[in-house]
C-alpha cells in the first residue's frame, strides 16, 4: 500500500510545484510513511530526492522551472527502507532516455523473473524488477511498457518520467486518478480521488477546481498512458492478470502467501480500525476473495461492510 503522484506543467503556469508536490506527499502518507521519494529533469538529466522519512518531513527542492516530477509514499513490505537504494523512484538509463520509475502494490513472482533473466541487484524491494525489465528491453516505450507490465504478476500500478519531461502511467488493479486542467496546462495525479482533491483544495489550483474548470481523465486495468511535455495524452493497452494462469492470486492456497502480503494485510486491518471499522469483518472478505486494493477502496470510501 504505497501512494504514487505526480504534476506535469507543460504551459508553465504553475507558480508553485514545490508546494502542489509537498501537499500531495503529505495527503499520500495515508498510504506510506516509510519512505518518501520524488523524480524530476534538472538539465536534461533525471534527478531522484529520496529519504526514508514520512513525506511530512520530507523537502521537495525542486529547481525553479521545474516542468514535471513524479513522487512515491512508501509502506515498506520487501526491502529495508535505511538502505536509501530499497526507496523509490530508481534511475535507469535505456536506449532512448534517462527514465524514473516508482510502484504502487506489490509484485509476487520478481525472484521468479530475477532467476529466469539472471537479474542481479543489491535492491532487495520486489518493484524494482520492473526496472529491471525495462533495462532488459533498452528502451521505454509502448512495447518496452507492455512487456514489462505482461511479466509481472501481483497488484500495481506504475508512473515513470523519463528525461524529456514526459509521463508514463501503467495501471493494473492499483489506483489512479488524474486531472487535467486544460486551460493552465496542467496535469496532476495521485492514488486516489479523495487524496488528489485533498492535495489541490489546498493549492493554487483550489479556484479552478471549485469552478470546475478540469476534466477528470479515466484510466482502466490494462492502460498504458504516456502524457507528452506537450500536454498531449497517447495510449496503449496490455493484457493484464494478477497471477500466473490467468488465476486471480486468492485462488492459491493462502498458506503459500508471502511475509509481504500479510503484513500488507495486517497495516490494511489496522487502517480500518482507525476508520472505525471491525478488523475481523476486512479478515473475512479477504478470505472470501476480496483483493488488497479493493479492501483499501472499501475502507477509504466509507462503504457498508
Known amino acids: 500500500m504505497c501512494g504514487i503522484y505526480g504534476v506535469l506543467s507543460y504551459k508553465d503556469k504553475l507558480k508553485d510545484i514545490n508546494s502542489l508536490v509537498y501537499e500531495l506527499g503529505v495527503q499520500s502518507m495515508e498510504r506510506g510513511t516509510d519512505a518518501t521519494g520524488i523524480a524530476y529533469v534538472q538539465s536534461g538529466t533525471i534527478k531522484i530526492n529520496k529519504k526514508a522519512?514520512?513525506?511530512l518531513?520530507?523537502?521537495?527542492?525542486?529547481?525553479?522551472?521545474t516542468k514535471?516530477?513524479?513522487?512515491?509514499?512508501?509502506?515498506?513490505?520487501?526491502?529495508?527502507k535505511s538502505k536509501n537504494?530499497?526507496?523509490?523512484?530508481?534511475?535507469?538509463?535505456?536506449?532512448?532516455?534517462?527514465?524514473?520509475?516508482?510502484?504502487?502494490?506489490?509484485?509476487?513472482?520478481?525472484?521468479?523473473?530475477?532467476?529466469?533473466?539472471?537479474?542481479?541487484?543489491?535492491?532487495?524491494?520486489?518493484?524494482?524488477?520492473?526496472?529491471?525489465?525495462?533495462?532488459?528491453?533498452?528502451?521505454?516505450?509502448?512495447?518496452?511498457?507492455?512487456?514489462?507490465?505482461?511479466?509481472?504478476?501481483?497488484?500495481?500500478?506504475?508512473n515513470l518520467l523519463d528525461n524529456h519531461n514526459n509521463i508514463y502511467l501503467v495501471k493494473g488493479d492499483s489506483p489512479i486518478s488524474i486531472i487535467h486542467f486544460r486551460k493552465l496546462g496542467i496535469y496532476v495525479f495521485a492514488s486516489t480521488s479523495h487524496i488528489l482533491w485533498r492535495a489541490?483544495?489546498?493549492?493554487?489550483?483550489?479556484?479552478?477546481?471549485?469552478?470546475?474548470?478540469?476534466?477528470?481523465?479515466?484510466?482502466?486495468?490494462?492502460?498504458?498512458?504516456?502524457?507528452?511535455?506537450?500536454?498531449?495524452?497517447?495510449?496503449?493497452?496490455?493484457?493484464?492478470?494478477e497471477t500466473t494462469f490467468g488465476m486471480r492470486w486468492y485462488d492459491f492456497g493462502r498458506a503459500d502467501y508471502s511475509d509481504a502480503e500479510k503484513e500488507y494485510l495486517?497495516?490494511?486491518?489496522?487502517?480500518?480500525?482507525?476508520?472505525?471499522?471491525?478488523?475481523?469483518e476486512i479478515q473475512e472478505l479477504y478470505e472470501a476473495g476480496y483483493t488488497l486494493d479493493e479492501l483499501e477502496d472499501i475502507i477509504y470510501s466509507g462503504a457498508e461492510i
Not at 518531513?57 to 522551472?65: D, E, T, W
Not at 514535471?68 to 529495508?80: F, N, P, V
Not at 495486517?266 to 475481523?280: F, L, Q
Request: charged content about 25%; overall charge negative; glycine content about 6%.
Open 266 to 280: 495486517g497495516e490494511i486491518k489496522h487502517i480500518a480500525a482507525m476508520y472505525g471499522m471491525d478488523p475481523e
Open 200 to 241: 489541490l483544495v489546498n493549492s493554487e489550483l483550489f479556484t479552478e477546481l471549485r469552478n470546475g474548470e478540469f476534466e477528470e481523465i479515466v484510466m482502466r486495468e490494462g492502460d498504458i498512458m504516456k502524457i507528452g511535455c506537450d500536454g498531449r495524452r497517447e495510449s496503449a493497452e496490455f493484457a493484464y492478470t
Open 85 to 158: 537504494y530499497n526507496n523509490h523512484p530508481w534511475r535507469e538509463t535505456v536506449r532512448n532516455c534517462q527514465f524514473a520509475l516508482a510502484h504502487n502494490g506489490i509484485i509476487w513472482n520478481d525472484d521468479e523473473i530475477q532467476r529466469k533473466y539472471h537479474f542481479k541487484s543489491k535492491v532487495q524491494t520486489d518493484s524494482f524488477v520492473a526496472v529491471q525489465l525495462l533495462k532488459m528491453q533498452n528502451k521505454l516505450d509502448f512495447d518496452s511498457l507492455k512487456f514489462m507490465a505482461e511479466s509481472i504478476d501481483g497488484s500495481y500500478s506504475f
Open 53 to 55: 522519512v514520512s513525506a
Open 68 to 80: 514535471a516530477a513524479i513522487g512515491h509514499t512508501r509502506h515498506a513490505t520487501q526491502g529495508d
Open 57 to 65: 518531513s520530507f523537502k521537495p527542492n525542486l529547481p525553479k522551472f
